[in-house]
């Protein structure tokens, strides 16, 4: 059964410094990986995936991800955060069926 | 302009009435997903559709109902069996690849 977790519930940065957000998976097969932000009271907007070509994503505003088969995880970066990337991230792993972890909120401070 | 629409954004709801939460898509996407959020839960999926007239039960379909009588609707009702309906509702869409689109969400409040 394919599973994810995200490591950390809440991280907060400064602005202008980089992040991180962690995120491992559990999956049978060769699975899709998905990152997704949810700002307050809105739906969900993907910022990446990985679907088994190049292993490092770039995405929209900046961030990226890389996929380690080895270490089983896809882990969220950017370099320089921003005032408005303070939301929720989800990370998501897909073979038949999508599963999401339960989601780091990203604080960032001026 | 094409997306996923969700109505009502917010609903109040009585003990014991049963309410339907629309979700509308002109994506032509043949897959729709109904998902519960809860604060630190991630999202839990309810029910989802692959195709007209068809619908699978997902992790917690206690208490709720589904139809998919046109490919672009999917509407959701939340019984008055289900013991803890206050929440945020999303509603997806995707194709066969796995990507969803998402709705703006419809947050339910029981009184």
């Known amino acids: 059964a394919q599973s994810v977790t995200q490591l950390d519930s809440h991280v907060s940065v400064s602005e202008g410094t980089p992040v991180l957000l962690r995120c491992n998976y559990s999956?049978?097969?060769?699975?899709?990986l998905f990152w997704y932000v949810q700002h307050p009271n809105k739906g969900l907007q993907l910022l990446l995936k990985y679907t088994s070509a190049a292993t490092l994503v770039k995405g929209i505003n900046g961030f990226e991800a890389e996929f380690k088969k080895s270490e089983t995880s896809f882990h969220l970066t950017k370099p320089s955060a921003h005032m408005s990337d303070a939301a929720e991230y989800f990370c998501v792993v897909s073979d038949w069926d999508m599963r999401f972890g339960a989601g780091t909120r990203l604080t960032v401070k001026p | 302009d094409g997306g996923i629409t969700q109505s009502p954004k917010y609903l109040f709801r009585k003990e014991g009435q049963n309410v339907t939460l629309s979700c509308e898509q002109n994506l032509n996407h043949d897959a729709m997903y109904w998902y519960r959020q809860d604060p630190g839960q991630g999202l839990r999926l309810i029910y989802y559709?692959?195709?007209?007239?068809?619908?699978q039960k997902g992790d917690i379909a206690e208490g709720y109902s589904v139809s998919r009588e046109k490919k672009e609707s999917f509407p959701l009702t939340v019984t008055s069996a289900q013991k803890n309906p206050t929440a945020f509702y999303l509603c997806?869409?995707?194709?066969?690849?796995?990507?969803?689109?998402f709705g703006p969400g419809t947050r339910l409040t029981v009184l």
């Open positions: 559709s692959q195709i007209v007239n068809d619908f």
């Open positions: 999956s049978s097969y060769s699975p899709s």
């Open positions: 997806a869409s995707s194709l066969a690849t796995n990507e969803q689109f």
